[in-house]
Each structure stands twice: as structure tokens, then as C-alpha cells.
């Protein structure tokens, strides 16, 4: 039953990574607001997936799994400014 648990965290946050990059993708040369919107999006819910591991991990419903770190979205504010 834990392995489930395990495997659908691990699931999630790599599917949330795979629709980052591709939203980024489709988006690299559209409006700057878009793209940092997707980036604000996609990083919220991946902090959600995050802290939902860390309280499964802290209840010990599931041990750590292998991709407890994870990866770092990079900041794109810099590089798509937002018009103000």
C-alpha cells in the first residue's frame, strides 16, 4: 500500500515537470506574462506535491523516495520580463 503512495508522488511530480517543460515549450515565444504565469502555476503545485510528501513522510506512511529532492524550476523573470 505504501509503495502506491510512493509511486503516484513520484508519478505526479514527474508528470507536473513533463507539462512544465512542454507548456514552456509550446510557450518559449509567447507573451512573457503567459509564460511566467505557467512557471508561477506549475511550481505552486509542485510545492503542494512536495509538502504532501513531506507529511506523508513525517506521519511514516511512506519512506523516502527517490526523488525527495526535487528538481529546481529555473526563474524566467528575468529572461520574459512582464510588461508593466
Known sequence: ???????QIEQARQDLK????????????????ILQFVHKVT???MEKVDAL????LSAGMI????????AE???VSDE?????
Open 1 to 7: 500500500m505504501l509503495h502506491d503512495e510512493t509511486t
Open 18 to 33: 513533463d507539462a512544465q517543460d512542454d507548456l514552456t515549450n509550446i510557450l518559449n515565444h509567447g507573451p512573457a506574462e
Open 43 to 45: 511550481s505552486h503545485l
Open 53 to 56: 510528501e513531506a507529511s506523508l
Open 63 to 70: 519512506g523516502a523516495t527517490s526523488t525527495n529532492a526535487r
Open 73 to 75: 524550476t529555473p526563474d
Open 80 to 84: 520574459y520580463p512582464a510588461k508593466k
